[in-house]
């Protein structure tokens, strides 16, 4: 472009040798014609702004995190004159699209366009903006490059991943091995009610479900299993995206996961967050995670609800101390999440810190103040190769 603007005005100093030199129609025309040149290519790129259109779309507006997605963009010229030198420029911080270089320059002839089939993917759970995020233009002389902002941006929903653990290295498998043995020694009670979600399908009584035409299970005697709690960091830690974003992200899949991974061993979850109030799920079965997951994609962390609050709300409940192991996913372990800990250690109650953080020191000095198992996740890691 620095090339071609040095060439210009060399060209119209020359017009303006011949016009006081030589005169005539033919250097004032050659003066006119170099004069006109940047007048008309930035009506040129005026018009290309006006009319230039671009087509996006993407199966769903709701798209899982770190999963590829079919998307789908157009360039297109429905005009009758060239559109040169067009280059689009996409949202790349939170999301990537796969077969598409944003340094390629387009020329569309008039009626036509390019079309992309390609993978949309997201890295984090939120809400944001994907796709194209601006556009450069250029004149023909490449005398002016404009760029400008997608008139229609594309904003999706990102749900949270969930990722299937294969074990938990934090967890004693003793203590897997110990529920599975005390459910095993249950045993089920003659009286048959109605099945309800997230019941055990071995406790269906199939002849008294036949003869009463609906689904009946039969009562389990036996000491109740206690579950195990986990403590949901709610607050919001920054308001940056670049930030939260994957701070957030990873907090939900962790919980995600690990909700997943116990039911799956027939081991009830108690999760406890801060939305507004304190808030507890219950997880037992598929449907009720189902429902938690539901609550997790559209869960808003916010500064208000810090760990204290949330601590504290815990603390009061009397039933967290019937859990007989607790998870905390925190972003970070302040005196307040440390004081639990020790709480819950002379309850006799063991517990884990899951701690979401980049700072590899920042996980260690926090593990020298106290005396229980401490685990970084940074927030680009693989689960199953921390945790599982």
């Given at each position: ?54 087509y996006q779309r993407l199966e769903g507006r709701n798209v899982v995190a770190n999963t590829a997605s079919d998307f789908y963009i157009a360039l297109q010229n429905e005009d009758f004159f060239t ?281 260690n000095s926090e593990a020298d103040g106290v005396n229980s198992n401490i685990v970084q996740i940074p927030t680009d890691a693989d689960l199953e190769e921390v945790i599982g």
């Open positions: 472009m620095k090339r071609n603007w040095i060439i210009l005005i060399a060209l119209w100093i020359l017009s303006l040798v011949g016009i006081s030199y030589f005169g005539g129609p033919v250097s004032y025309g050659f003066f006119a014609a170099v004069t006109l040149v940047p007048i008309v290519s930035l009506i040129y790129l005026f018009f290309v702004f006006l009319r230039f259109k671009i559109f040169s030198g067009i280059r689009i420029l996409f949202y790349s911080s939170f999301s990537s699209i796969s077969g598409i270089d944003d340094s390629i320059e387009y020329e569309l002839i008039p009626h036509t366009g390019v079309k992309k089939d390609t993978k949309l993917l997201c890295k984090y759970r939120g809400e944001y903006e994907v796709g194209v995020k601006s556009i450069v233009i250029q004149d023909f002389f490449r005398l002016f490059r404009f760029t400008y902002r997608n008139r229609e941006p594309f904003r999706v929903r990102v749900l949270p991943k969930v990722v299937q653990l294969n074990n938990v290295r934090a967890l004693d498998p003793a203590y897997l091995n110990t529920m599975d043995a005390y459910k095993n020694a249950s045993s089920l009670d003659a009286v048959v009610r109605d099945y309800m979600p997230g019941d055990d399908i071995r406790s269906i009584h199939w002849k008294a479900s036949a003869r009463e035409g609906k689904l009946l299970v039969r009562n389990t005697i036996g000491e109740e299993i206690n579950g195990i709690g986990i403590i949901m960091d709610s607050s919001k830690c920054s308001y940056n995206p670049m930030e939260f974003l994957p701070v957030e992200n990873k907090i939900c899949e962790t919980v995600l996961a690990l909700s997943m991974y116990f039911i799956g061993h027939n081991i009830p979850v108690n999760v406890y967050s801060m939305q507004g109030d304190l808030n507890k799920h219950t997880i037992g079965g598929i449907s009720q995670f189902d429902e938690f997951y539901k609550y997790v994609s559209t869960f808003v962390f916010d500064s208000d609800a810090g760990e204290e609050k949330l601590i504290a709300g815990v603390s009061t409940d009397r039933s967290f101390y019937s859990n007989s192991f607790v998870v905390l996913v925190l972003h970070e372990l302040n005196e307040t999440a440390k004081e639990m800990m020790r709480l819950l250690k002379q309850n006799n109650i063991s517990s884990v810190v899951y701690l979401i953080t980049d700072d590899k020191d920042e996980a």
